[in-house]
């Protein structure tokens, strides 16, 4: 019996294309169609991103039963004449080094256990696997890798990993090149969001074959099976419904239709959601087109990237969002690679960008009933009362509806365990605070909407002090008809020329008003999901 692994020195290998002939046997008819063209992008991108995690060895695995290859090849490929092999390739990568090998030593089994067992920090080596299915226009399969720039990605989880006998961990967000015939674009990128959420919600993710079934079940525009024709919006919605969320579209068209959405647009609507750390699928219409991708992280910058700075009618509150710190979304690309940033560029060109938006699909969890911007309109509105409320302590001077200053809103969907978690470790928050916070009745989910202080505001340092009020509002209420704010909490610097308190609590609208003894500025809260 032949031994399923071998070693690959990543450092000795010059392209991707010698990394396919060094896993793939030179007679295939894989190699050679793969070598000349498109199907081979992705595996390019992703071989760029095994030198730029720092992977050093590779460590490939043979006859590797893939579940969801498993579920392409039982509805497709075994139905047809020519015998495609149900079984893939896995490549691990390692930041470690190979050991070095004496002349005329044969690589058994002991070098691989050994390679294996003596890992120091496996959990700092072990970088990810890549799946390499036996198809020759669809070779990367289901992969995970960790990201490059780690801060970057917010859609992510940690997966185990079970090779010979250890156990490993890689944290990342889970990768497939759309092979075309099972799945193309749309089922790839609902792929992908459903897989990066699935433990964190605990809904299905399925297959793309049954992405595919589900889609179709109600609505086929032509054959299922192969679906080369891809998804209308619709039949996306349907098999995000299908898995147990809620999906959510948002359209990117502006006004008039006739226009592109400008990149600032497209990035305010899907700031909130990404830093929620839920992914984003969104269909481009470039001029070659209709493509679906998945945003999954965004990249920071130290002062703004846009001014989108407005006045709320008739409350007069001057605010800004958050994304406008952002310049560049990150996304899982199934036709060009994991990892990559979508910026704003020419619509009328061909290369994917922002501007290409039409549509963004957020796959909820079940019961939030409320959108980011219902939220954040709802945070305004309790911003006023409260500001209301905290300049009445000051009887010389008349009642206010506004900050003195610029707010920054932060906005995200926070589980409840998390959000008691930050209330325990925010040092900078009021000792009373954090006990009503750590011990009130929540809601599964709860949006959050930060208030920073413009002239702090720094997004690229989590441990920068900006806060100066939060609103906290039930996810699952319905903003048209039900009270949705459970809390508003605004620091004394909102007022600086007021006497007023250190900090205010302000609940049920004023039902209960609680003084707080200190108004520090806090830190933001960075992990959505615990």
Not at 405 to 430: K, M, S
Not at 448 to 468: K, M, Q, T, Y
Request: with cysteine; hydrophobic share 40%.
């Amino acid at each position: 019996m032949s031994l399923r692994y071998r070693f690959i020195d990543l450092e000795s290998i010059a392209d991707a294309s010698e990394l396919l002939r060094t896993i793939v046997p030179p007679a295939s008819d894989m190699q050679r169609f793969a070598l000349i063209g498109q199907p081979l992008v992705p595996f390019q991108r992703v071989v760029e991103h095994l030198r730029g995690i720092g992977a050093q060895t590779l460590l490939l695995q043979d006859s590797v039963r893939d579940p969801d290859f498993l579920a392409e090849h039982e509805a497709f490929y075994s139905k047809q004449h020519r015998v495609i092999s149900h079984l893939c390739s896995r490549l691990h990568a390692f930041a470690a080094p190979m050991r070095a090998q004496v002349e005329g030593e044969a690589l058994g089994a002991r070098a691989v256990l050994d390679f294996l067992d003596n890992l120091a920090e496996p959990s700092r080596q072990y970088l990810g696997f890549v799946t390499f299915r036996p198809l020759r226009h669809a070779p990367v399969g289901a992969s995970i890798l960790i990201p490059a720039h780690v801060c970057d990605v917010t859609c992510h989880e940690c997966f185990p990993v079970h090779i010979a006998g250890k156990d490993f961990q890689v944290c990342g967000t889970p990768y497939l090149q759309q092979d075309n015939a099972v799945g193309a674009c749309a089922q790839a990128s609902i792929w992908i969001a459903l897989r990066t959420q699935m433990k964190r919600v605990g809904n299905t993710a399925y297959n793309p074959a049954d992405l595919t079934r589900a889609a179709t079940r109600y609505v086929a525009l032509d054959r299922v099976f192969p679906g080369r024709q891809g998804l209308v919006i619709e039949q996306m919605l349907e098999a995000v419904r299908s898995s147990g969320h809620d999906p959510l579209a948002l359209t990117c068209d502006p006004t008039p239709p006739s226009m592109s959405p400008t990149a600032a647009q497209v990035i305010e609507q899907a700031a909130p959601y990404i830093e929620s750390g839920l992914p984003v699928i969104a269909t481009l219409f470039p001029t070659s087109g209709g493509h679906a991708v998945v945003c999954i992280g965004r990249q920071l910058v130290a002062h703004p990237a846009v001014d989108t700075t407005r006045i709320v009618t008739p409350l007069g509150i001057r605010y800004r969002p958050a994304s406008d710190w952002v310049d560049a979304l990150i996304i899982h690309n199934d036709n060009t690679g994991p990892y990559l940033p979508i910026t704003s560029g020419d619509p009328l060109q061909k290369d994917y960008c922002l501007e290409h938006a039409k549509n963004l699909i957020v796959p909820l969890p079940e019961a939030v009933h409320m959108t980011a911007k219902e939220a954040e309109q709802a945070a305004l509105k309790a911003l006023a009362f409260s500001c209301v409320v905290l300049s009445g302590y000051d009887t010389g001077k008349p009642p206010r509806l506004t900050p003195e200053g610029d707010i920054v809103l932060r906005t995200l969907l926070v589980r409840r365990h998390a959000f008691r978690r930050w209330a325990l470790n925010d040092e900078e928050l009021d000792p009373a605070l954090k006990d009503w916070y750590r011990t009130i009745e929540l809601p599964r989910l709860v949006w959050l909407v930060e208030l920073h202080d413009a002239a702090l505001f720094d997004p690229r340092n989590p441990g920068n002090c900006s806060r100066i009020g939060e609103v906290v509002l039930d996810a699952s209420a319905d903003t048209l008809h039900g009270d949705v704010t459970l809390a508003a909490r605004l620091s004394g610097r909102v007022l600086p020329t007021y006497s007023v308190p250190q900090g205010l609590l302000v609940l049920d609208y004023g039902s209960s008003v609680v003084l707080l003894s200190t108004g520090a500025p806090g830190k933001t809260l960075t992990i959505p999901w615990e």
